[in-house]
């Protein structure tokens, strides 16, 4: 089994809780919970990791989602120390460690300044958080593994005031979408990639 993404996301900020709670099928989150992001291959393995961590602690799940490739889990609870057991909990139905994990790759990211009325309308239709205005900057980021894409919008949210647009969690790659004024979109950049290259792990080939 591998250990794709594996992040606590220590204060949940309130758009992503927001758009967590638009596209969360299970529990959704309220903001300033606590919550873990759990990605693994085989994906039908999530099934036992969500298991024991029900099992042992107080922690909801949010999603469960079971795609092709790989399967993701996000769980939350106010209380930090439950969701620590969580993950606690996963690493040792796993026989693993967080430095088992593996550590995310930027696979691309873009600013685009000054969007036109047409691409924000094409954006704003696939966008389940936030709207895209014209004339705003519009920020792109590609993760590799997707799940650490959450812990990028969360660090976003954080450094500047910014619209989550989107966020897309689970797959071959991760992806974040943020809008808004130029130099806060430069500032939540620079937050969401030093929050990615910050976390430790294996190369993300599996090496």
Do not use: W
């Not at 989150?29 to 602690?57: C, F, R, Y």
């Not at 969007?115 to 704003?124: A, F, P, Y």
């Amino acid at each position: 089994m591998q250990l794709r993404t594996f992040c606590y996301l220590d204060v949940l900020q309130p758009q992503l809780t927001g758009f967590f709670q638009t596209v969360a099928a299970g529990f959704q989150p309220l903001e300033g919970q606590a919550a873990l992001m759990v990605e693994v291959a085989p994906g039908i393995s999530i099934n036992e990791l969500t298991d024991a961590a029900l099992k042992h602690t107080r922690v909801y799940p949010g999603m469960q989602i079971v795609e092709r490739a790989y399967g993701l889990l996000e769980l939350h609870h106010f209380d930090q120390g439950d969701v620590r057991a969580a993950g606690e909990q996963i690493l040792k139905k796993l026989g693993m460690t967080e430095a088992d994990r593996l550590a995310p790759e930027i696979v691309s990211r873009e600013i685009i300044t000054g969007i036109d009325g047409h691409q924000s309308m094409l954006i704003n239709r696939m966008r389940h958080g936030q709207m895209l205005l014209e004339g705003d900057a519009l920020y792109v980021l590609e993760t590799n593994p997707a799940g650490y894409a959450a812990l990028a919008a969360n660090e976003a949210e954080k450094a500047a005031h910014i619209e989550l647009l989107e966020v897309i969690t689970f797959g071959a790659f991760g992806r974040l979408y943020l809008g808004g004024r130029e130099e806060e979109i430069r500032q939540a950049a620079a937050a969401a990639e030093r929050a990615l290259k910050s976390i430790k792990g294996r190369g993300p080939r599996g090496s």
